[in-house]
């Protein structure tokens, strides 16, 4: 059974870890990150694009996937299907559709417009027990047609956001989406430390995971961060391993061109690096 996502990140901000969200691109993809959590008894995130919704074939497909998977494959963990950067509108149909978490990205409004429509969900989200993120300040780099410039987020601001009964907030500190680049000046941390002091035991998310070092985690951790997202690394993670496969000739041999031997690898691949977050992340055997 799905859940909202408040408990399990109330319990990782008390206890100084974070619980991982993965996004999901389809089956494959659903199905790793489950049973790496089950295995791991680790708590879990599926996060849905409004890119990915579309590309999966909707939003009730997606939740009758997932809750098909989570009956399927005995899933006994904590976990929460949510959108991830979502418009106003995207909101409103995931929650509809059954998502028992969602984002209202509205850091490209002005704060004014931001709080007025996060105030509007945080009224629906709080009636139907839905956890609810916000944003103050983009995070940089482009995700599925999001595209943010990566400011620093304003301490006041997050603040005002937080002031509203969000569940969690994501706050831009120099994080971006995608791969970082040589030249990245790499995270505020007393940004991440101002936020954190005026918005008390809220749970902070980190955006664009992929590539930060692991000092850095460990830091964001320490200062509040309760939820961070990866996407980018299983991608990059399932494609290499895909490649692997295909060049070496394998999906020529026999039967090797069976789907479900030719993604394989990457589905191992995916399992392997969500294993590595979660280990990071500190929540193994937190669920």
Known sequence: MLVSAKEMLTKAKAGKYAVGQFNINN???????????????????????EGAGKYMGGYDAIVG???????????TVPVALHLDHGSYEGALKTIEAGFSSVMFDGSHYSIEENIEKTKELVKITSEKG?????EVGSIGGEEDGVVGAGEIADPQECKAIADLGVTMLAAGIGNIHGQY?????????????????????????????????????????????????????CQLSFAAATREYI???????????????????????????????????????KA
Do not use: C, Y
């Open 181 to 233: 680049p040589e030249n990245w000046a790499g995270l505020s941390f007393e940004a991440l430390d101002n936020i954190q002091k005026l918005t008390g035991d809220m749970p902070l998310v980190l955006h664009g995971g992929t590539g930060i070092p692991e000092d850095m985690i460990k830091k964001a951790i320490s200062l509040g961060v309760a939820k961070i997202n990866v996407n980018t690394e």
């Open 65 to 75: 996937m997932v809750n098909g998977l989570i009956k399927g494959l005995n899933i």
């Open 247 to 285: 060049e070496a000739g394998k999906d020529l041999q026999g039967k090797g061109f069976d789907p479900r031997k030719l993604l394989a690898p990457g589905f191992e691949a995916i399992k392997a690096t969500v294993k590595e977050k979660m280990e990071l992340f500190g929540s193994v055997n």
């Open 130 to 134: 839905i956890s609810l993120e916000a």
């Open 27 to 49: 089956l494959e993809w659903t199905k790793a990150i489950l049973l790496t959590a089950q295995e791991n008894n680790s708590p879990v995130i599926l996060g849905v694009s």
